[in-house]
């Protein structure tokens, strides 16, 4: 059964970097056909969409964050890791990672399965 | 930019009781593209619904989703006690969206 697992700082100072890894365990990104994606939930609200991409480098992001997102994945470890720059108190979020169900060639759906989430807080 | 509006905010019910909640997106969605997740206190979601209507697997056959072009439905047949949580829907037309939740209590 495919699990997926967060990994990283729960503190970031505001302007740094945001840096979380997800592992992948119960099958393989590089055999996938899949997308890997990001998806964050600040306290207490809504759920948002940051940014997915292929094991053959193919990405997608949210309009509002594409700017200051940067996706990578290492298919040797089966991971995939999420850059998000220039933090403000906005981004203050639980972070999932989840696999992105592709639907065909550049087409991507839903989410399943999800990680457990970390918590991460932009705080001086 | 397409918004999805989810209703009720909150829906209050009894165990054994049908819910029916409600999702409207602010453009007609293409081949039906919506997904329902059911989200509990301190757990991350977990997919119910994909394709407006095709249930995920392992989901009991009391969660059901029907609609299609901007209005879309997840109907909940008879409650669980477990059934009580958060749903969102989430459109992936254009772009991904998710709705802002509908948060099913206990009466």
């Known amino acids: 059964q495919l699990q997926l697992q967060e990994s990283g700082p729960g503190l970031v100072k505001p302007s740094e970097t945001l840096s979380l890894t997800c592992t992948v365990s119960g099958g393989s990104i590089s055999s996938s056909s899949h997308y890997w994606g990001w998806i964050r939930q600040p306290p207490g609200k809504g759920l948002e969409w940051v940014g997915s991409r292929h094991h053959n480098g193919i990405t997608f992001a949210n309009p509002s964050l594409k700017s200051r997102v940067a996706i990578s994945i290492d298919t040797s470890k089966d991971q995939f890791s999420l850059k998000l720059t220039s933090v403000t108190a906005a981004d203050t979020a639980v972070y999932y990672c989840?696999?992105?169900?592709?639907?065909?060639?550049?087409?991507?759906?839903?989410?399943?399965?999800w990680g457990q989430g970390t918590l991460v807080t932009v705080s001086p | 930019e397409f918004v999805l509006t989810q209703s009720p905010g909150t829906l209050s019910l009894s165990p054994g009781e049908r819910a029916t909640l409600s999702c409207r997106a602010s453009?007609?969605?293409?081949?039906?593209?919506l997904a329902w997740y059911q989200q509990k206190p301190g757990q991350a979601p977990r997919l119910l619904i994909y394709?407006?209507?095709s249930r995920a697997s392992g989901i009991p056959d009391r969660f059901s989703g029907s609609g299609s072009g901007t209005d879309f439905t997840l109907t909940i047949s008879r409650l669980e006690p477990e059934d009580f949580a958060v749903y969102y829907c989430q459109q992936y037309d254009t772009s991904r969206t998710f709705g802002p939740g509908t948060h099913l209590e206990i009466k």
């Open positions: 989840a696999r992105h169900i592709s639907m065909g060639r550049f087409k991507i759906g839903w989410f399943d399965p």
């Open positions: 453009q007609s969605l293409n081949n039906n593209y």
């Open positions: 394709g407006a209507s």
